[in-house]
Antibody, heavy 121, light 107 residues
């Protein structure tokens, strides 16, 4: 069974840092692009960042560019999101999602259960 | 960025009804349009990809159509487990963007 398990969320002060991880089981992430998508309470999903299957190409939403860094370790079947200079508006549930192919534009077909990130002022 | 606009934002329907949700893109996106279903406290679930292709293990009462800028999601014969929020999402270009959602409620 394909599973994605996020971890690393929590409560952090504005200006602080957090590192999220997403570990896959039931499949090998090597051939698939991956993304982080967040969702604030009562709002729709917002794509945050994506990374190609090899890790060679990364993409960011303007709202996080320069503050967040996506990376992956295919040997560990794990995706990461380093979040710096956190803002109150970064508060959300963060999901990792795998694409159905090697490109970030491929379908987001598997999602984790999400990890809550709360940034206080 | 491609802006996605869904309508209606909410609707009330009864079991067995046919429900149609529309999504409009701010620029042409060919058929790079996906539909998701989300239930409270759960992650979004992919229903339809490439505008009209049914994701594996998704019931055939769900269907999608459209191309260019205008798309629809149709649920033919609404079931109790279909009451949820539905989102469209474009995969034409980054940043990937989602519509504002349509909440399907029980009448």
């Amino acid at each position: 069974e394909v599973q994605l398990l996020e971890s690393g969320g929590g409560l952090e002060q504005s200006g602080g840092s957090l590192r999220l991880s997403c570990t896959a089981s039931g499949f090998t992430v090597t051939n698939y692009a991956m993304s982080w998508v967040r969702q604030a309470l009562g709002k729709g999903p917002e794509w945050v960042s994506g990374i190609s299957y090899s890790g060679g190409t990364t993409y960011y939403a303007d709202s996080v560019k320069g503050r967040f860094t996506i990376s992956r370790d295919n040997s560990k079947n794990t995706l990461y999101l380093e979040m710096n200079s956190l803002r109150v508006e970064d508060t959300a549930v963060y999901y990792c999602a795998s694409s159905g192919g090697p490109n970030v534009l491929d379908n987001l077909d598997y999602w984790g259960q999400g990890t809550q990130v709360t940034v206080s002022s | 960025d491609v802006q996605m606009t869904q309508s209606p934002s909410s609707l009330s329907a009864s079991v067995g009804d046919r429900v149609i949700i529309t999504c409009r893109a701010s620029q042409t996106i060919s058929t790079y349009l996906n539909w998701f279903q989300q239930k409270p406290g759960k992650a979004p679930k992919l229903l339809i990809y490439a505008a009209s292709s049914l994701q594996s293990r998704v019931p055939s009462r769900f269907s999608g159509s459209g191309s260019g800028t205008d798309f629809t999601l149709t649920i033919s014969g609404l079931q109790p487990e279909d009451f949820a929020t539905y989102y469209c999402q474009q995969s034409f270009s980054t940043p990937l963007t989602f519509g504002g959602g349509t909440k399907v409620e029980i009448k």
